[in-house]
C-alpha cells in the first residue's frame, strides 16, 4: 500500500511562505486588535454546531441550533429523537435529512466511548489522537475536528474555512492546487500554535471585510506588500 503524501511535501517554497507570517499577523493585528482565546460553546455544543454549519451560513446554523436546544432537554432527548422531528428542529440550516442522522449517529457513539453525552475525554488524547477520534464521525471532518479542539478546548488546531483558503491562497501561505482538507497541517506550521485562535478569527474577519471572493478590495487591504494576488495583478496593469 503506498505511503500517503504529507501535506507539507505538496508545498514548494515552504520557508518563504512562513516568512509572510510575521508581518501578515502584525498587519493583521493592527486592524482587527488582539484576541485572547475564551471558550464560548462546550465541545458537545460546538460539535453538534459545526455539524449545522455545513454547507450554509452561521446565521442559519444559529436558528437551527437555537431550534434544536429549544425543542430538545438535553442531548439524550436528541438522540432518541423521532427522526422527522429532528429534521424538522434544524431545516433552517439545510441538508437537514443528512445532519439529523448525522447528529443522532455522533452522540450514540459519543455515549458508546464515554457513557455520557461529552466529549471532554479529548483533552486526554494527543491532539493527533483526538483529530482521528472526531474525523471518525460520520459528516466530520478536519476543518469540524479544528474547530472543536481549538475553539472548546483552546488546543493547537487551525481550522481551515473557506475564507482562510481563498485569503491564505491569495497571500501565498498556500499553494493554489493544495486541497482545502490539506491546508490544516500547512496553516499549522505556518503559524505558531500559541497565534492559531488570534490568526484563524483575523483570517475570517479580514475575508470578510476586504478580501472578498469575487472582488477583493484590494485598494484598501493592509497586506498588499506581502500578498502574491496583489503582486500579480499589479504586474499585470
Excluded at 162 to 189: N, Q
Aim: with cysteine.
Amino acid at each position: 500500500m503506498a505511503r500517503k503524501r504529507d501535506p507539507l511535501e505538496k508545498v514548494d517554497n515552504l520557508d518563504a511562505r512562513k516568512a509572510k507570517y510575521a508581518p501578515i499577523s502584525a498587519a493583521l493585528t493592527e486592524v482587527y486588535g488582539r484576541l485572547d482565546w475564551s471558550r464560548n460553546l462546550d465541545g458537545m455544543d460546538e460539535l453538534i454546531s459545526c455539524i449545522l454549519s455545513q454547507s450554509t451560513n452561521d446565521i442559519n446554523r444559529d436558528r437551527a441550533f437555537a431550534r434544536l436546544k429549544e425543542r430538545f432537554p438535553d442531548w439524550e432527548a436528541v438522540r432518541f429523537a423521532d427522526l422527522d422531528d429532528l429534521i424538522d428542529a434544524v431545516r433552517p440550516a439545510g441538508l437537514a435529512n443528512q445532519k439529523a442522522p448525522r447528529i443522532q449517529n455522533a452522540l450514540e457513539v459519543i455515549f458508546e466511548k464515554a457513557g455520557a453525552y461529552s466529549i471532554d475525554f479529548l483533552n486526554d488524547l494527543s491532539l493527533d489522537e483526538a483529530k482521528a477520534w472526531l474525523v471518525s464521525l460520520q459528516g466530520v471532518g478536519p476543518k469540524t475536528a479544528a474547530i472543536v479542539l481549538c475553539f472548546a478546548y483552546g488546543r493547537p488546531a487551525f481550522p481551515v474555512d473557506t475564507h482562510i483558503y481563498r485569503v491564505s491562497k491569495r497571500i501565498g501561505f498556500l499553494p493554489e492546487k493544495l486541497s482545502a482538507d490539506d491546508a490544516h497541517p500547512v496553516m499549522e506550521a505556518i503559524a505558531p500554535p500559541e497565534d492559531y485562535y488570534q490568526f484563524h478569527i483575523q483570517l475570517i474577519q479580514h475575508g470578510r471585510d476586504t478580501c472578498h471572493a469575487r472582488k477583493p478590495a484590494c485598494e484598501r487591504c493592509r497586506l498588499c506588500d506581502h500578498c502574491d494576488f496583489y503582486a500579480a495583478a499589479a504586474g499585470s496593469d
